[in-house]
């Protein structure tokens, strides 16, 4: 398979596009009318074929766009991406883990040649063609987390595992959905998760602790998460949020189905073998409205899922003031048929729109 | 599918360490490479007994980052239900056997400035494969090894010749003891401490280190318990609609496991708490052995750890 990348920004002129073959693969995240919060893990075994389950690390069209942008907010903030002291050999796991995986799995894009400690790694569509030493950082341009982190799609949160507990101690977060590396490195589980509205109560952490830490070497795990972004902007952080935040005022209801876009994350967990440290990549996904639209079962499903949300949800997640006009819009793609169960947009046998 | 992930190996190697260890040698049988690990991760050795599967956990003691071969040291156990004389006396070079990934719940922590290492008896295994790590990667460690003799003590030759500065070797029958306060009050702001042996040196270890006011997380331990024999009991495993019996040399969860229920584990030594197991109903008393739960939770008679307790009475019924 060869991928065709995209030339497209994520701020500006915000000429991000998704292809027939994006929209068609896109992680829709609602396998079923409504939305709560759940443990919603599975194994992360590959899936589908062409889907984004697939491949331990997917890559895309969009790869291209999303490191041009990832070293651009670098540029501006280098706190984005912050590794404790003790976290080195962690970032090689995550180094190795990449490299043996994009490998693999995309011969045609990506090399890598072991010879003892002696790699070279090859990134054709970036042109890189690095020599190194294994476990030696000074052979490399940046620390092993930062190197191969911008090189790979999606956030990074590398976690310490320790006193029964998961510590956020190393990333590279630049795609995120308002959430600050700077403030929360350091922090454990339950602190950086602390302003999540409903979980708690359900005893929802407690349990996902508990099932991230026996996650085992060579058993990774997945899960889906969401929320509401307008324009397609990767870097929603609270510390440009006098950026963005502004613009979610500027939806109306001529441009909201282009402007409004749903932020799917592909959460993705691995133990990593030298440091027992565990690795959390979160890779995002966006999609306009009326790019979701095409698919009417995601059409139907969206606009239930939206309308029954507990406002808590809604308000956490950012979109509660420009639900309404969500609604409005949503509401002529849902003629009250009933939708097949699954995130899958069943293109060939769900019933096209009935009004 | 319970348990880590699994791996087809031959054993490659076994040679006799002393009178009472074996070192066994495991290579994939594929030909390709095991996984790195972490200092003090252990595998899960699968043996088939007879009609008996017995998976017992065994640390890892290889160097974590040579993906050619692992290897585990086996302490035979004549009073044991059988797990290490099947190691002993039944698998030859050559044999075919299974083995799980590497699971860690005993890794070092790596802030620490200094690893300070505690050993009794066979307890050195895992930081054979922490010592290997921490040379790799430069970390500053010392150890200190307690044995019952010389002829028993382990791996000693080997350490106290790579090592004679940071490996420290104690033997009873000389009467030579760990200066266990000295040792833990000399140690420099920052040291981690990491004890593997009998259940009272652990005991001893931790309550010294709170003592001389250790932090909490600072103090590291490891203790595998062998499932260890008893009366035979009935249980009732009320989801799988099941009346299982459990035997005198076998445990709970292998029992479950011989009778076909799924039931998830890890370390099957009752440490990490996978297995932990909702109780339903009972007439009888409770063989709690593991030191997942809370003495209150044992006494509550509302969860049993089915890796390595027991049950003696009428009625056990189980959320399994």
Not at chain 2, 17 to 26: G, T, Y
Request: net charge negative.
């Amino acid at each position: 398979m060869t991928i065709q990348f995209n030339d497209e920004t994520f701020r500006g002129d915000y000429s991000f596009k998704n292809s027939d073959w994006a929209i068609q693969r896109f992680p829709f995240p609602f396998h079923e009318d409504s939305y709560m919060y759940s443990v919603n893990m599975e194994q992360h075994r590959g899936g589908p074929k062409g889907s984004i389950y697939e491949k331990r690390f997917d890559v895309d069209e969009h790869y291209l766009a999303e490191m041009r942008d990832r070293a651009m907010v670098l540029d501006d903030d280098p706190l984005r991406c912050q590794s404790l002291p003790h976290m080195t050999l962690a970032g090689w796991d995550l180094l190795e883990l990449i490299m043996v995986s994009k490998s693999e799995d995309y011969p045609d894009l990506f090399e890598l040649h072991r010879n003892g400690d002696q790699w070279r790694w090859i990134n054709k569509p970036m042109g890189i063609d690095d020599s190194f030493t294994f476990l030696d950082a000074a052979t490399l341009p940046y620390g092993p987390m930062e190197y191969i982190t911008r090189q790979a799609q999606g956030d990074f949160a590398v976690l310490d595992q320790r006193d029964d507990n998961l510590w956020m101690d190393a990333g590279m977060i630049t795609t995120q959905a308002d959430w600050s590396l700077d403030f929360d490195i350091g922090m454990n589980f339950f602190e950086w998760h602390a302003p999540v509205p409903l979980a708690h109560e359900k005893g929802i952490f407690v349990r996902a602790l508990k099932f991230l830490l026996n996650i085992q070497q060579g058993a990774p795990a997945r899960r889906l998460n969401w929320t509401m972004t307008v324009n397609p902007l990767l870097d929603t952080s609270p510390e440009n949020y006098h950026k963005w935040g502004v613009q979610k005022t500027e939806i109306t209801p001529e441009n909201i189905g282009s402007k409004q876009h749903l932020r799917v994350e592909l959460q993705t967990f691995f133990r990593l073998p030298r440091s027992n440290a565990l690795v959390f990549p979160i890779r995002c996904y966006l999609c306009n409205f009326q790019d979701l639209m095409s698919m009417p079962k995601w059409g139907r499903r969206l606009h239930r899922v939206i309308r029954d949300l507990p406002e808590e949800l809604a308000t956490y997640k950012g979109f509660i003031d420009n639900r309404p006009m969500m609604l409005d819009y949503l509401e002529k793609f849902d003629d009250g048929l009933p939708t097949s169960p699954g995130i899958w947009p069943e293109f060939e046998t769900e019933p096209p729109l009935q009004k | 599918m319970s348990g880590a992930e699994k791996i087809d190996v031959t054993v490659t190697e076994i040679v006799p360490v002393n009178a009472l260890v074996k070192r066994f040698k495991f290579e994939r049988r594929d030909g390709g490479l095991l996984p790195t690990f972490s200092g003090g991760a252990h595998t899960v050795v699968e043996m088939k007994d007879g009609d008996i599967t017995r998976l017992n956990p065994y640390s890892l003691m290889s160097d974590p980052m040579d993906q050619s071969a692992y290897t585990i040291s086996v302490r035979r156990d004549d009073e044991g239900r059988g797990g290490s004389l099947f190691m002993h006396n039944k698998v030859s070079v050559g044999d075919e056997m299974v083995i799980s990934y590497p699971v860690n719940l005993f890794s070092l922590d790596l802030r620490a400035k200094k690893h300070l290492f505690l050993a009794g008896g066979i307890g050195i295994t895992p930081f054979l494969s922490q010592i290997k790590q921490c040379e790799r990667l430069g970390d500053a460690w010392e150890l200190h090894y307690a044995c019952r003799n010389a002829a028993l003590g382990s791996y000693v030759d080997e350490l106290t010749a790579a090592h004679p500065f940071e490996a420290h070797v104690y033997y009873d029958d000389e009467k030579q003891v760990i200066a266990l306060e000295n040792l833990l009050n000399g140690q420099p702001i920052g040291t981690h401490v990491y004890v593997c042996g009998p259940k009272g040196m652990i005991t001893w270890v931790r309550a010294t280190a709170e003592k001389l006011g250790w932090p909490r997380e600072a103090v590291h331990y490891e203790e595998f318990l062998a499932p260890q024999p008893g009366k035979p009991f009935e249980v009732r495993l009320a989801v799988s609609n099941k009346t299982i019996q459990v035997g005198k040399d076998e445990s709970l969860l292998e029992a479950m496991e011989r009778s076909g229920v799924d039931a998830p584990y890890l370390c099957r030594g009752g440490a990490c708490g996978q297995c932990e197991t909702r109780v339903i109903d009972y007439a009888g008393a409770f063989i709690h052995r593991d030191h997942w739960l809370e003495d209150d939770e044992h006494a509550s008679g509302e969860k049993i750890m089915p890796c390595v307790s027991r049950f003696e009475g009428k009625t056990l019924v189980l959320d399994r």
